[in-house]
């Protein structure tokens, strides 16, 4: 069984568009989160939502927008795509916030933007 | 800029040795830090975590060290094998969540 899991796993578009990775986790958990991973494995947190409710926006362009439908799931769409959004895109999970020790990351998404 | 850092982005040791990777944070305040494996093509994976009030905790063949005074942070793996290839990330965790580490690559030599 999957605990974290990302669609698609690979993502090919051209500038200008406007795509979506979904998230889901089945590990009953409170809290997810979305992170960004560069070209030189720096990983970067974008948004962390805690009961569907947004908790962490950090410096993120306002192209991309995180909606969670439940707690279950937490999908990231991306207007306007740029090439540097290019990257790998996490989705994790944690009990809850406050006791946001160990978090369950998904397989990933490779977005390359031509 | 991040607040926790490592030391070398490439450590290559002999499949059997033991492998020591290094960390080095700057926010005082944090209370509780964790080791992540991710292996290629993977999502980031949990190894092992140590609490502020502790400076020592053992897994199976990893042990974590942190040394409050100097903020440093280590993870040994011992008798290294084939499968901890990887990259190897640190992540303390503050006001605003976890806060990852740049990474060391592993590479195992036979």
């Known amino acids: 069984d999957t605990a974290v899991s990302q669609t698609p796993k690979y993502l090919v578009t051209q500038m200008g568009n406007d795509k979506s990775i979904k998230c889901e986790q089945n590990?009953?958990?409170?809290?997810m989160y979305w992170y960004k991973q560069d070209s030189k494995k720096f990983l970067k947190i974008m948004f962390s939502?805690?009961?569907?409710?947004?908790?962490i926006n950090e410096t993120v362009p306002n192209r991309f927008s995180p909606k969670s439908p439940d707690k279950a799931h937490l999908n990231l769409h991306i207007n306007s795509l740029e090439l540097g959004d290019s990257a790998v895109y996490f989705c994790?999970?944690?009990?809850?916030?406050?006791?946001?020790?160990?978090?369950?990351f998904g397989p990933g998404t490779r977005l390359t933007v031509l | 800029g991040e607040s926790v850092g490592l030391h070398l982005p490439t450590l290559s040791v002999q499949e059997g040795d033991n492998s020591i990777i290094n960390c080095a944070y700057s926010?005082?305040?944090?209370?509780?830090f964790i080791w992540y494996k991710q292996e290629s093509g993977k999502g980031p994976q949990f190894i092992i975590d140590i609490r502020s009030n502790m400076d020592k905790r053992q897994g199976q063949r990893v042990t974590v060290l942190l040394n409050k005074t100097v903020k440093h942070l280590s993870l040994q793996i011992a008798a290294t094998q084939p499968g901890d290839s990887a990259v190897y990330f640190c992540?303390?965790?503050?006001?605003?969540?976890?806060?990852f580490g740049k990474g060391t690559h592993l590479i195992i030599q036979p």
């Open positions: 590990l009953g958990h409170d809290t």
């Open positions: 939502y805690n009961n569907k409710e947004l908790i």
């Open positions: 992540a303390e965790r503050g006001a605003d969540g976890l806060t």
């Open positions: 926010n005082s305040a944090s209370d509780y």
């Open positions: 994790a999970s944690s009990p809850s916030y406050f006791y946001a020790d160990t978090q369950y």
